[in-house]
């Protein structure tokens, strides 16, 4: 069975910094893009970035490009989010996710998800 | 950045009916679609991608069709258990962008 399991979430001030991580079991996870989508308390969902299999490639929405770096590591079957200059409007629950195989025909759907880890800034 | 608009917000609907949800974006996006169910406090949850195919597990009351900027998510025969909040995503290109949501209640 597929399990993502984020950690990492918690209380920070405007302007700090955060790790996400993501554990992966039930997959393996060098074989599969992933990514990260947020929502923001009673929101929708925003995508915020995305990493080929072997991290050569990474996407991001503008709002954290600079401040937010996706990586991987296969080894370890481990995604990771550092966030840095964290803003209020960074509030919300980060969910990592797997782009389904099936992306070279119908795009980056994200068929498996995690629990989700909240991050709240506020000073 | 193409925008995806989703109607209606929210829909009142009975156990047994059906139901349909619309999205439409901002430029044509080739059938990269897909739709998601999301229940209060809970992780999003793929029903559709590439705009009409089921995702395994899903009940086949989900269908989903469209092509270019319009797009649909149809609920037959609707359940106590598909009462949620569903979204549409595109990946035609990236920003990968999100729907508001439509948000389905209980009549």
């Known amino acids: 069975e597929v399990q993502l399991v984020e950690s990492g979430g918690g209380l920070v001030q405007p302007g700090g910094s955060l790790r996400l991580s993501c554990a992966a079991s039930?997959?393996?996870?060098?074989?599969?893009?992933m990514t990260w989508v947020r929502q923001a308390p009673g929101k929708g969902l925003e995508w915020v970035a995305t990493?080929?299999?072997?991290?050569?490639?990474?996407y991001y929405v503008d709002s954290v490009k600079g401040r937010f770096t996706i990586s991987r590591d296969n080894a370890k079957n481990l995604l990771y989010l550092p966030m840095n200059s964290l803003r209020d409007d960074d509030t919300a629950v980060y969910y990592c996710?797997?782009?389904?195989?099936?992306?070279?025909?119908?795009?980056?759907?994200?068929?498996?998800w995690g629990q989700g880890t909240l991050v709240t800034v506020s000073s | 950045d193409i925008q995806m608009t989703q109607s209606p917000s929210s829909l009142s609907a009975s156990v047994g009916d059906r139901v349909a949800i619309t999205c439409r974006a901002s430029?044509?996006?080739?059938?990269?679609l897909s739709w998601y169910q999301q229940k209060p406090g809970k992780a999003p949850k793929l029903l559709i991608y590439?705009?009409?195919s089921l995702q395994n597990g899903v009940p086949s009351r989900f269908s989903g069709s469209g092509s270019g900027t319009d797009y649909i998510l149809t609920v037959n025969s609707l359940q106590p258990e598909d009462f949620a909040t569903y979204y549409c995503?595109?990946?035609?290109?990236?920003?990968?962008?999100f729907g508001q949501g439509t948000r389905l209640e209980i009549k």
């Open positions: 996710a797997r782009v389904a195989p099936t992306r070279y025909r119908s795009g980056w759907a994200f068929d498996y």
């Open positions: 039930g997959l393996t996870l060098s074989s599969y893009w």
């Open positions: 990493i080929k299999e072997d991290g050569s490639e990474k």
């Open positions: 430029q044509n996006i080739n059938s990269y």
């Open positions: 590439g705009a009409s």
């Open positions: 995503q595109q990946s035609y290109n990236t920003p990968i962008t």
